[in-house]
């Protein structure tokens, strides 16, 4: 997959490069005499860059943050933070080791618990936040965050199959709220050389990727921020088409241009 995304961005870059050698070769064809050909040099040198940059250069730009990703990560010896969901109507624990057997993964640590349940009336919101604790003694804390939903973080190494059993038992018990169903977020660490083959080996009928976060994520995010607008790019392969149309046009001038110079400098030294 990676060699056949390096040779589309190749073709790419050579279809555009054809087309303006083609805005170069039309211009060398012209003759520079006359109004009308020099605007005939630039509206054509202006449209064929756009159109190139439109169907050649921005495909390749936007994969532009994808292939600096690669690099990144082939580079970065710091590690990358997997944040997958996972539903408490599988097998959790079956889940987590089916990740940690994958190559590349260092560690999988079970976190938040959210949960969905019947209403949660305004008085027993405080009342639950500050006894969810004595659910199980893996629950360090609690937060009810709508009418029906609550986040229950564990100790690091929790079983959280036993504690959602635990805690849907308890909530039932004391107040008569239901849990509807719940989704443990599971964070794993890997190295970043091996982001793409983790996720792709992901039992992914089973957990959810949400989030992936580290320094080359950073760095991705940093590189988006200052990459300018594919319209401005666009534009741009329209000026550099008009560019070399006009180079095209006075190339004779250009050259001997160039040669007076280089004689002039050579007498100099001699």
Request: net charge neutral; aromatic share 6%.
């Amino acid at each position: 997959m990676k060699n056949m995304e390096t040779l589309f961005v190749i073709l790419m870059i050579i279809l555009f490069l054809l087309l303006m050698a083609f805005v170069f070769s039309t211009a060398l064809l012209t003759p520079l005499i006359g109004k009308k050909n020099f605007l005939f040099v630039i509206a054509l040198g202006f449209v064929v860059g756009v159109i190139g940059g439109a169907f050649f250069i921005a495909p390749v730009y936007d994969d532009l943050p994808d292939m600096a990703r690669a690099v990144y990560m082939s580079t970065s010896n710091q590690p990358e933070t997997i944040t997958l969901n996972i539903s408490t109507d599988s097998d959790v624990n079956k889940a987590i080791e089916d990740v940690r057997k994958i190559p590349g993964v260092k560690s999988v640590e079970s976190g938040a618990i959210t949960v969905k349940t019947t209403g949660i009336s305004n008085e027993w919101k405080s009342n639950l936040e500050a006894r969810v604790t004595n659910a199980n003694t893996n629950i360090t804390s609690g937060k009810v965050i709508s009418a029906d939903t609550m986040t229950v973080q564990l100790k690091p190494g929790s079983d959280p199959t036993t504690v959602i059993k635990e805690l849907k038992n308890w909530m039932v018990l004391i107040s008569g709220i239901d849990v509807r169903y719940s989704v443990v977020q599971v964070k794993v660490v890997v190295d970043a050389s091996k982001v793409d083959e983790v996720v792709e080996q992901l039992p992914h009928e089973e957990v959810v990727v949400t989030e992936i976060n580290g320094p080359v994520e950073k760095d991705i995010q940093n590189l988006k921020n200052i990459l300018p607008h594919q319209n401005n790019i666009i534009l741009f392969c329209g000026f550099l088409g008009v560019l070399v149309g006009l180079i095209g046009m006075f190339i004779d001038t250009i050259t001997r241009s160039i040669h007076s110079i280089l004689d002039r400098l050579r007498h100099k030294r001699g």
